[in-house]
T-cell receptor
């Protein structure tokens, strides 16, 4: 079965640089979520999209932006990177509706040096 | 405010023994509750969920969980632990009255099954 695809899997950037993370949801899943997981921490909800529109927003810094495209893939753009942005970034997808579980991608490990 | 608590950072259990990973929650409305498992350097995998109906729900890999509304708990259980169950377990809640998409995760419990 198809799973959530994230690219790249690993990314190393320097402070003040920009990074773009990509997510390809499971086919026919119309809702995409982004999470940030710091070392030894639980995933923190950043933002979600439904049918290419932002549907909810969590603790996403103003330096970050995201969008969902017509093919339902999503990109998380991170600018002016800081050391504290080093984390695992997960994308998840699901059908619309709170009763549905989320399917997570393998994550992108971002290291900011 | 919505929150999820997992009171134990670490749970150790001998292989073959029953295991319990505890979770309590706080939401303003009716909760949708989930358990996920995370292996090292992997994404979270769905185990089971409670939406409505029978308080005892069964999920993947022999896991089950019991929803207790009066105690606001949703403990994860397995009758006989396997070494391969060793992983990080997250309880999560969705409060549909406050947010359609946002899922609140607990801090996680590291389960070690000792051979």
């Amino acid at each position: 079965a198809a799973g959530v695809i994230q690219s790249p899997r690993h990314l190393i950037k320097e402070k003040r640089e920009t990074a773009t993370l990509k997510c390809y949801p499971i086919p026919r899943h119309d809702t995409v979520y982004w999470y940030q997981q710091g070392p030894g921490q639980d995933p923190q909800f950043l933002i979600s999209f439904y049918e290419k529109m932002q549907s909810d927003k969590g603790s996403i810094p103003d330096r970050f932006s995201a969008q969902q495209f017509s093919d339902y893939h999503s990109e998380l753009n991170m600018s002016s990177l800081e050391l504290g942005d080093s984390a695992l970034y997960f994308c998840a997808s699901s059908p619309r509706g709170g009763a549905y579980e989320q399917y997570f991608g393998p994550g992108t490990r971002l290291t900011v040096t | 405010a919505q929150s999820v608590a997992q009171p134990e950072d670490q749970v150790n259990v001998a292989e073959g023994n029953p295991l319990t990973v505890k979770c309590t929650y706080s939401v303003s409305g009716n909760p949708y509750l989930f358990w996920y498992v995370q292996y090292p350097n992997r994404g979270l995998q769905f185990l089971l969920k409670y939406i409505t109906g029978d308080n005892l729900v069964k999920g993947s890999y022999g896991f089950e969980a019991e929803f207790n509304k009066s105690q606001t708990s949703f403990h994860l259980k397995k009758p006989s632990a396997l070494v391969s169950d060793s992983a990080l377990y997250f309880c999560a809640v969705r409060d549909m009255e406050t947010s359609y998409d946002k899922v609140i995760f607990g801090p996680g419990t590291s389960l070690s099954v000792i051979p």
